[in-house]
């Protein structure tokens, strides 16, 4: 079974930046597929980022396209997901997910991102 440990969220002012780690348990290269996810309060869990680990492709949503960047270590099987130029909407929960034929849909435990504007 994949674990996924995220860390790195907390409190930011606007404009500033984080940077949210997802290590796997297992070599990133054995998982098809890496995403990031956020959930607002009352809100539905909405995909931010994806990395296709073969292609080393990633996608972004519009939201968040050239201010945040999805990256990954393959040393130290981790991904992470580079959040600049915050803004309070950015404000959520945000989630690991990785995604293979092999294991399924697997979830992280999430970190919280507060955005103070």
């Known amino acids: 079974q994949v674990q996924l440990v995220e860390s790195g969220g907390g409190l930011v002012q606007a404009g500033g930046s984080l940077r949210l780690s997802c290590a796997s348990s297992?070599?990133?290269?054995?998982?098809?597929?890496f995403a990031w996810y956020r959930q607002a309060p009352g809100k539905q869990r909405d995909l931010v980022a994806t990395?296709?680990?073969?292609?080393?492709?990633?996608v972004y949503d519009d939201s968040v396209k050239g201010r945040f960047t999805m990256s990954r270590d393959n040393a130290k099987n981790t991904i992470y997901l580079q959040m600049n130029s915050l803004k309070p909407d950015d404000t959520a929960v945000y989630y690991c997910?990785?995604?293979?034929?092999?294991?399924?849909?697997?979830w992280g435990q999430g970190t919280q991102v507060t955005v103070s504007s």
């Open positions: 997910n990785a995604n293979s034929q092999s294991i399924g849909d697997i």
């Open positions: 297992r070599s990133i290269f054995s998982i098809n597929r």
């Open positions: 990395l296709f680990t073969a292609a080393d492709i990633t």
